[in-house]
């Protein structure tokens, strides 16, 4: 038998549970004590933190492998997302723009039969040539996207600027070659000649410059220190006709094929120095992307 006043209304309890009002003991027995206001609220942040962590994690990360891209395995690649991929991103954005400036004078150059002047705001003058705005669409490896639904991470590997992938001008300079002149004894021809120049991706070709006039085209870009003449500058050279030859003998038809497909691919001859990647590499990233936001 229990004997004891009920703490609830005072009167003598001879069972667990009070006959007067009903007050049970062995639930206030089992009832655990409420912790501290301030231990619950830590407790709340804290889950708060943890579930935060869990959700954020994953879009941080995810959204760190489409900047940086994927590295040749898992360790390489989980290293990129946590550190920095040293700015790999950054240089594959600076040669595929720089290919893009010299596609859009290209087709300048066969548009207005004239090279373009590299002069004052010359990034201006080129963006109606480039590539997005005379195609119509983004020309990755495998797909097509339109240019307006394309997502700007990929559209900045298309665009013509003056500024490289860090967001430095590349500093310009060019340089007309007449045709039938006497190249023998360009030095600076014959070393580019030399250095190999690239007619697209994997095609090595030589200028035909008995056909034309030529335009030499060089762009340096400071790389990540943003300060030319260090060992990080990357510098582009390209060879492109300047306008078009007519045969007034040939066929119209097979004329008007030739002169489209000039100014539709922007044809020119092209190589880098001092880069630790290729376009390939950087058409690969793009697509990369393009195929993981859509």
Known sequence: MIERNCPSCGEQMETSICGACGWDLTTEVVRMARPPLMSRIWAGVWRLLVLGLIVAVPVIGVN????????????TSLSWIVFGNGGRSAELVTLHRAYE???????FAVREFEAPSFDGDWGEVLVPFATMNTRGWI???????????APDSVKEF???????????????????????GDLGSDEEVQKDIAAVLNRSFAVVAEPDFAAADWLRLELISSGYDGIFETGDDIRFISYLPVGFTFHLSGNQQELQRKLDEAFFLGRHYFRYEGANYDLIDARLLAEFRMISLS
């Open 101 to 107: 400036i010299s596609s859009a004078a290209a087709r």
């Open 158 to 180: 298309y665009e013509v600027s003056t500024k490289d992938g860090w967001g430095h001008a590349y500093q310009v300079s060019t340089r007309l070659i007449e045709r039938g």
């Open 139 to 149: 020309p990755l490896l495998f797909i097509g996207a339109m240019t307006d639904s």
């Open 64 to 75: 760190r492998l489409l900047k940086v891209g994927p590295g040749p395995d898992l360790t």
